[in-house]
């Protein structure tokens, strides 16, 4: 079903009649409702009261949008920082990732105003909010799309990071020693040899679970899309 069954008015308010609008046409305002028993007529919509043309006009880039765009995204990521760790500090990465959000329009008609809205959802994982589930959102509007076209939209990025301890001096023993000779031959040094103490590396990384859109027309959502099955289950979880 692609419109509400609801009541229609004739121009001179005289007449009545119970339909669903499929179709609208702006080039030519003719629409197309399925009617009592399942009968399918096109006729202007001059006919019609006022008010119902009105509703017509608005619902019908509605119900072409519905039938016609499709999503598609790709994701990218991008290493933005990376420190060089001394001995016992943290070590640690930076990523900004975003995708391109593909909208396509199956019909042999441009569509107008279709805002794209947008929700990352990331999974922090540092040791004060571990496994905490974030929402980031974003919007853009597509001026135009146009009959059989394809239009896109980038995100803004959404910051990610990965921890891990850098290797440790044991207290004592384990870990061995060397002699470091220096380049002329004359004297050298004993030092003790780090190694990794058990325990003492740990790894926090938050995670891309993926992305959610939703597209609108007329302030409506008209089609809903995601980067993967699970972040969907997610969203629709969280709404």
């Not at 900004?96 to 805002?115: F, G, P, S, W």
């Not at 301890?165 to 004993?190: A, I, Q, R």
Request: net charge positive; aromatic share 10%; with cysteine.
């Amino acid at each position: 079903m692609f419109g509400e069954i609801r009541t229609y008015v004739s121009k001179d308010g005289e007449k009545t009649f119970r339909g669903e609008l499929i179709e609208y046409e702006a080039s030519t305002k003719k629409a197309k409702m399925r009617i009592a028993r399942g009968k399918v007529l096109t006729f202007p919509i001059e006919i019609l009261s006022r008010q119902d043309q009105k509703y017509v006009e608005e619902q019908g880039p509605i119900i072409q949008a519905k039938r016609s765009l499709s999503i598609d995204t790709k994701h990218y990521s991008k290493r933005t920082e990376k420190n060089k760790p001394a001995q016992g500090q943290w070590h640690f990465e930076k990523y900004d990732h975003n995708y391109i959000v593909a909208v396509e329009n199956n019909r042999d008609e441009m569509l107008k105003d279709v805002t794209v809205e947008y929700v990352f959802f990331v999974e922090r994982n540092r040791r004060q909010y571990q496994n905490k589930i974030e929402k980031i959102s974003g919007s853009d509007t597509i001026d135009l799309v146009l009959s059989n076209g394809t239009e896109t939209i980038t995100t803004k990025s959404a910051n990610l990071e990965s921890w891990s301890d850098n290797p440790v001096m044991p207290s004592g023993g384990g870990g061995g020693w060397c002699f470091t000779e220096d380049p002329y031959g004359l004297w050298g040094t004993f030092n003790q040899r780090p190694i990794m103490v058990k325990g003492a590396k740990s790894k926090y990384r938050d995670k891309l679970l993926g992305l959610v859109v939703h597209l609108k027309v007329n302030g409506k959502i008209i089609k809903t899309g995601a980067s993967n099955d699970k972040v969907l289950a997610l969203s629709e979880e969280t709404e």
